[in-house]
């Protein structure tokens, strides 16, 4: 089993940063792919972020210039520092990772639970 956890989520003023962390734990092989997805109420989640077990980045348009991904691959941590951060930034922010719990086996997605980002005008 692999869980992965959030931290970092909160209240802060528009103009302001916050860093998020997840880290991956539980039986754990390799990892490949991490990403940060965000999601509001009623809405699909949408892609944030990712990053691969090599360091190739991608970010989505609406965070290009302000929000950096990078990860610890010894601590199996994957983070988003988000600066600038404005009001359409509110939303639940997940974490996900491509995870083999075996050499041989199956890469299998698994999501974090969640943390609440919240950016007051």
């Known amino acids: 089993q692999v869980q992965l956890v959030e931290s970092g989520g909160g209240l802060v003023q528009a103009g302001g940063s916050l860093r998020l962390s997840c880290a991956a734990s539980?039986?754990?092989?390799?990892?490949?792919?991490m990403g940060w997805y965000r999601q509001a109420p009623g809405n699909q989640r949408e892609l944030v972020a990712t990053?691969?077990?090599?360091?190739?980045?991608y970010y989505a348009d609406s965070v290009k210039g302000r929000f950096t991904i990078s990860r610890d691959n010894a601590k199996n941590t994957v983070y988003l520092q988000m600066n600038v951060l404005n009001p359409e930034d509110t939303d639940v922010y997940y974490c996900?990772?491509?995870?083999?719990?075996?050499?041989?086996?199956?890469?299998?997605?698994?999501w974090g639970q969640g943390t609440q980002v919240t950016v007051s005008s």
């Open positions: 990053i691969t077990s090599g360091g190739s980045t």
């Open positions: 996900n990772a491509g995870v083999k719990t075996t050499r041989w086996g199956p890469l299998n997605v698994y």
């Open positions: 539980g039986s754990i092989f390799s990892i490949n792919a």
